[in-house]
């Protein structure tokens, strides 16, 4: 996956004022891969060669996921980038501090407000919700970072 995502900063790169090559190639990955996790999985969850399984990231979940990514991102590229009908916010930034949150989330992940002593651990919607708070304090310190100007960089 990580090789999938140098890839898709290179196509970036290396295009860069060709957009319609970028996009063909976003599209022309999203369609390999689709075709690899169809036939590796049979067009099913549990039967095919290789079952998806997100907890041994399988090679069938890195092509299924792979393939929805490459196409997500080709649409954003085309909304953001090539027709600018959209800035990218609030995306853009968590993005600008991106080790932080990425850092941040894993010291804290276990304190409140980004977890808590849930009623029912079997509910989707109690962890949904707490997903959701988690994401929105970590873009809500984005931003304040963003508009202080502090960039945490490697």
């Known amino acids: 996956m990580a090789f999938l995502g140098l890839q898709a900063g290179k196509i970036l790169q290396h295009?860069?004022?060709?957009?319609?090559?970028?996009?063909?190639?976003?599209?022309?990955?999203?369609?390999?891969?689709?075709?690899?996790s169809a036939v590796l999985t049979k067009c099913s969850r549990d039967h095919g060669f290789i079952p998806v399984n997100k907890n041994l990231w399988s090679l069938s979940y890195v092509t299924t996921l792979s393939c929805f990514a490459f196409v997500l991102l080709m649409v954003c590229y085309y909304t953001v980038d090539v027709k600018k009908w959209w800035s990218g916010a609030p995306f853009f930034y968590p993005g600008m501090n991106s080790i932080l949150v990425y850092v941040g989330h894993e010291?804290?992940?276990?304190?409140?407000p980004?977890?808590?002593?849930?009623?029912?651990?079997?509910?989707?919607?109690?962890?949904?919700?707490?997903?959701?708070?988690?994401?929105?304090?970590?873009?809500?310190?984005s931003y304040i970072l963003y508009r202080k100007k502090i960039f945490w960089k490697i």
């Open 114 to 141: 980004f977890r808590w002593k849930m009623r029912n651990s079997q509910s989707h919607v109690e962890h949904l919700t707490q997903n959701l708070l988690a994401t929105c304090v970590w873009m809500l310190i």
């Open 15 to 36: 295009y860069r004022d060709h957009p319609r090559q970028i996009m063909t190639r976003f599209l022309v990955w999203g369609f390999v891969l689709g075709i690899i």
């Open 107 to 112: 010291v804290f992940e276990d304190y409140f």
